[in-house]
């Protein structure tokens, strides 16, 4: 065996530049890279081979593969940047911007259509000479029921109709709440309105969800009486839902009014034909409302021989429902992008 065979560095140079040559993408250049310098490559040969070479060749022949080593490095490292550049050049000629292409649409958000039904009806409210004041979602049980004067043993009170989050605090079951700490507040005569979401531990189904939001008002001062709030409520019906609407007031019973009366609309669907939605009566029922009970006036300190006052409540997304035909209520809060983009 002869010792220039294997280190015959000009052969190895040339068979590499012809390698060098014919490659032309990034994987083939890595291919030559692991081939020539990988742990199991061909410079990692030469050196094993020098291991038996003649010992007085040694240094000069491991000189001489170091720099033959640089060399192949460095050109390999002149081709590979060559083509990646021309990969940039050939993916930037790909994506060239078009100035022409007409741009693609972006999604404007929006408010969600509860707090557009909100915003619809407390609008009104203002319009009518309400003031809006806001209130807590979490209350005391006291404030959410005793104050409005709901009885000791109301079954509303119970641990199953509501959320408690200790034995003092729930989540709030209705706006009305927001009533006596505004007495106790202000003095009358006041004209306000309070909107928000209410909690209920109810089962939740296609009329009935755990929560929803509510929008509740009332107007304390001298010879408060029934017929401004029906004026009103009238007022606010046409408003909301065209001039051809029609109310009617039933007698009902609410702890915190005496007397109750239950709102109701003419069907704005069916123009009272008839339909699914109105059950074919005509009429749906759209809110409670009443006379401040004297007790409530009480627990608001003042005086209900020398002041009286009208409250109502009504429910923002039965409002919704009734107003864009929406069949379930569940579909208000699944935050479904192919529903809220309808609004
Ligand atoms: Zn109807």
Redesign the pocket.
Known sequence: MTTHKPFDLPSLKKEFHEKLQRANSSEELEEIRVCYFGKKGMIQDLMGALRSAPKDQIPLLGKEINIFKEQLIKELEQKINSVQEKDLSAALEKEKFDVTLPSRLRTQAHPHPVLETIEKMTDILRSLGLKEVHSNEIEEEMVNFDLLNFPQDHPAKDMQDTFYLNEKMLLRTHTTTFQVPMMRRYEPPMALFCAGRVFRNEEVTSRSHQQFSQIDAFHLGKGVNLSDLLSLLKLFYKKLFGDSVLLRFRKSYFPFTEPSVEIDIS?I??A???????K?T?W?EVAGAGMIHPNVIKAGGHDPAVFTGWAFGMGVDRTLMLLHNIPDIRMLWESDARFLNQF
């Not at 009272?272 to 109105?278: D, H, L, R, S």
């Open positions: 069907c669907r069916c009272q034909a008839g339909c699914p939605i109105c074919h005509g749906l």
